[in-house]
Structures are given as structure tokens and as C-alpha cells.
């Protein structure tokens, strides 16, 4: 059974770093059928992805935010992690990490972490 869990703080100061761990169970992240993608839904707002890691293992990031984010993975954990730099209360939002099937399906979630940017 697959599943995606995200973890990180609930609560990070506006300037910082927002760092966020997507743990795997029920199939490798290194398979290569399969990507990676990481999302957000601020309050009252459509999902926007940010970006994610591509079947050949390299990350792609929106444009939005290319300037500021870093999407890795670490293998021996079967983690993705996420980092986001330079926060304002504008990155409060729910994240998501989800894993994307051959045509980009969005297949399976996780159940989404709250990070709130506020002094």
C-alpha cells in the first residue's frame, strides 16, 4: 500500500527557512515510472504546484518559485524534502506531496501539513 506522509514545523518566522520532509512507504521513490511533485493550498485558494522530482531523478521547480525553492530526495530514506527560502506570510498554506503516474496523474497523496508564516 503507498503512502506519503509530510512533516516539518507548523509554524515558521517570516524570513526563514521553510523546510518540509515527504516520507514514502509501499514503493521506491527511485522507480522510475513514477514522479514526485510537491503542492500548496493557501487558505481560501486553488492548489498551486511548486514543483517535484522527475522520473530520471532531477527536480523542476515553478517558475515562481524557482528562485527560492530546492526539491531533493534521499534514497536511503525513501524521503523527499522540500526547502523554501526567504518566507512571507503569503507561503502560509497546506502542503501536499503527491506522486505522479505515467500521463501525470496525480495518484496518490498525502494528508497535507499546515505551515503558517507569522511572527
Known amino acids: 500500500q503507498v503512502q506519503l506522509q509530510e512533516s516539518g514545523p507548523g509554524l515558521v518566522k517570516p524570513s526563514q527557512m521553510l523546510s518540509l520532509t515527504c516520507t514514502v512507504s509501499?514503493?521506491?521513490?527511485?522507480?522510475?515510472?513514477?514522479?514526485w511533485r510537491w503542492i500548496r493550498q493557501p487558505p481560501g485558494k486553488g492548489l498551486e504546484w511548486m514543483g517535484g522530482?522527475?522520473?530520471?531523478?532531477?527536480?523542476h521547480y515553478s517558475p515562481s518559485l524557482q528562485s527560492r525553492i530546492s526539491i531533493s530526495r534521499d534514497m536511503s530514506k525513501n524521503q523527499l524534502s522540500l526547502q523554501l527560502h526567504s518566507v512571507t506570510p503569503e507561503d502560509t498554506a497546506v502542503y501536499y506531496c503527491?506522486?505522479?503516474?505515467?500521463?501525470?496523474?496525480?495518484?496518490?497523496w498525502g494528508q497535507g501539513t499546515q505551515v503558517t508564516v507569522s511572527s
Open positions: 509501499g514503493v521506491s521513490i527511485t522507480n522510475d515510472y513514477y514522479a
Open positions: 522530482i522527475l522520473t530520471d531523478g532531477k527536480p
Open positions: 503527491a506522486r505522479a503516474s505515467s500521463g501525470g496523474a496525480l495518484d496518490y
